[in-house]
């Protein structure tokens, strides 16, 4: 039990179903913090809501987001046990390179007609 995290790429007229990830996380807290502020500020919903949904990622989201690894400062988490808030600065840092990827795949992707998603489940 806890936070998985997935990112995949699909054509607009895919449905979700369809797709497999392409990147995983496991308790990743950090990253889900910066992705559910994000989905609050896109959407005005609360962060909550990002459970078992998905988030469209845009190309300034991942250049953001690239930065923001790039100088660790990806935001603390309040999360909790379910999140793995606790040793989030080890996910952090453990998990850099791999998010590093990610931005780089999804920058890639973002260049052809497909779109870019985050999405999780707790």
Known sequence: MGLDQYAY????????????????????????????????????????????AELELQPEDIATLQAIVERGELPESPGGFFYGHQFQDESASEYRDRDLEFCQWARTILQTRQKVFYSCWW
């Not at 995983?24 to 919903?45: D, I, S």
């Open 9 to 52: 790429a699909r054509l607009p007229e895919q449905d979700s179903a369809e797709v497999q990830p392409q990147f995983t996380w496991r308790k990743h807290a950090k990253l889900q913090e910066f992705m559910e502020r994000l989905f609050e500020t896109r959407t005005g919903q609360s962060a909550a809501d990002l459970n078992c």
